[in-house]
């Protein structure tokens, strides 16, 4: 691995990181303001495998950024949203 290649993993596992540690931004948050979520992030990890011809599942990704099953982290950290926060999140295309 390169040095750039090794600075830009070392970043995405820091993003990760924060945002373990801040699990009170909720995806909805991050998707309003900067139109990208936790949710992207693996799916985003599933393509760039795919397109290396490497085996990741959605679920496998999942964990690996939520640092715990999907199911189990929406239980305990996600709320329900808002109208507010959907009607902003809705209005994000026009």
């Known amino acids: ?3 750039e290649t090794e ?15 801040n699990k009170d931004v909720q995806n909805i948050d991050l998707m309003i303001l ?4 936790r949710n992207c992030l693996s799916k985003w990890m599933v393509a ?3 397109e290396l011809g ?3 599942d959605i679920e ?4 690996e950024v939520y ?3 999907y199911a189990t982290w929406k239980e305990k950290y996600q709320p329900e949203v808002s109208q507010e926060k959907l009607d902003q ?3 994000l295309d026009k």
């Open 89 to 91: 999140f809705n209005g």
């Open 34 to 37: 900067a139109k990208f979520c």
């Open 1 to 3: 691995m390169n040095k």
């Open 60 to 63: 496998t990704a999942r964990r």
């Open 7 to 21: 600075i830009k993993a070392r970043v995405l596992n820091r993003l990760i990181n924060h945002l373990d540690k």
């Open 48 to 50: 760039e495998a795919q």
């Open 67 to 69: 640092k715990m099953d």
């Open 54 to 56: 490497e085996d990741l």
